[in-house]
């Protein structure tokens, strides 16, 4: 099955999905925003990957305005040359609207991560030959003050159901596109990966979460996450700034 066939079959299996407070609001930038994420597909996920990074899910300043993951308006528009109409989600925050590519704030993390790849790597082409980028959940939720709320934050009984769905399609994705290594940004994605993939014959470990509420991160990200690499056997360009 291809991606987008994958991505369909999330999209259906989630649309039933209710949400309890705290949570208020959930964003599907699947729906709203599928004509960026259906050109990130196109352009990018074709074909066999060695490296697949995992994210955990939508940031409301990243794939929630552009519908690709770590979205970040500036690096998805200006460097990997995606931009297209972005449509609004059925239950918008009046404190998180979705502006698609006219949104005037950054998403740090997005910017860490794909800047890490474009001074690593140069052009998206050269990193997408070896690389993909998805993330493990494609909802992003909300309380009623606009705060996000992680996956891993919700109920139990919401999480388990949650999580079959979203375990579904990550196992479907890592078939069609027969990496060497799935990595989770994060120790969240990791732990989704191991049991989503159990028996496959896939490494996995992870990075460091580039967001700015780690200490870590703030201290030097990019020397950490290409050390990370490193530990697990992916090798990087010769000029890399990677420390063993």
Same mark, same amino acid.
């Given at each position: 099955?291809?991606?987008?066939?994958i991505?369909?079959?999330l999209i259906?299996a989630?649309?039933?999905?209710?949400?309890?407070?705290?949570?208020?609001?959930?964003?599907?930038?699947?729906?709203?925003?599928r004509?960026?994420?259906?050109?990130?597909?196109?352009?990018?996920?074709?074909?066999?990957?060695?490296?697949?990074f995992v994210?955990?899910?939508?940031g409301?300043?990243?794939?929630?305005?552009?519908?690709v993951?770590?979205?970040?308006?500036?690096?998805? !528009? /200006?460097?990997? =040359?995606?931009?297209?109409?972005?449509? $609004?989600?059925?239950?918008?925050h009046?404190?998180r %609207?979705v502006?698609?590519?006219?949104?005037?704030?950054?998403?740090?993390?997005?910017?860490?991560?794909?800047?890490?790849a !474009? /001074?690593?790597? =140069?052009t998206?082409?050269?990193?997408? $030959?070896?690389?993909?980028?998805?993330?493990?959940c %494609?909802?992003?939720?909300?309380?009623?003050?606009?705060?996000?709320?992680?996956?891993?934050?919700?109920?139990?009984?919401?999480r388990?159901?949650?999580f079959?769905a979203?375990?579904?399609?990550?196992?479907?994705?890592v078939?069609?596109?027969?990496p060497?290594?799935?990595?989770?940004?994060?120790?969240?994605?990791?732990?989704?990966?191991?049991?989503?993939?159990?028996?496959?014959?896939?490494?996995?470990?992870?990075i460091?979460?580039?967001?700015?509420a780690?200490?870590?991160?703030?201290r030097?990200?990019?020397?950490?996450?290409e050390?990370?690499?490193?530990?697990?056997?992916?090798?990087?360009?010769?000029?890399?700034?990677?420390?063993?």
């Open positions: 099955m291809s991606l987008s066939g991505t369909n079959s259906d989630l649309s039933d999905f209710r949400f309890e407070p705290p949570v208020t609001h959930v964003y599907n930038p699947l729906c709203y925003a004509a960026p994420h259906e050109q990130y597909l196109a352009r990018f996920g074709q074909g066999q990957r060695e490296v697949i994210g955990m899910n939508p409301p300043f990243g794939m929630a305005q552009t519908g993951p770590f979205g970040d308006v500036t690096m998805v !528009r /200006d460097w990997m =040359g995606i931009e297209a109409p972005v449509d $609004k989600p059925k239950h918008e009046p404190k %609207p502006l698609g590519f006219a949104c005037p704030r950054s998403e740090v993390s997005g910017t860490r991560l794909w800047g890490w !474009r /001074d690593t790597f =140069g998206p082409e050269s990193f997408f $030959k070896r690389f993909f980028v998805i993330n493990y %494609p909802l992003c939720f909300m309380e009623a003050s606009g705060k996000n709320r992680t996956p891993d934050k919700l109920p139990a009984e919401t388990s159901s949650l079959q979203c375990d579904t399609a990550l196992a479907a994705m078939t069609e596109l027969r060497s290594y799935v990595l989770g940004v994060g120790a969240f994605a990791e732990q989704r990966i191991r049991n989503a993939l159990h028996g496959q014959k896939v490494q996995t470990g992870r460091p979460h580039p967001s700015p780690s200490p870590a991160a703030n030097g990200w990019a020397q950490a996450a050390k990370a690499l490193y530990e697990v056997g992916v090798t990087l360009p010769d000029d890399s700034t990677i420390v063993p």
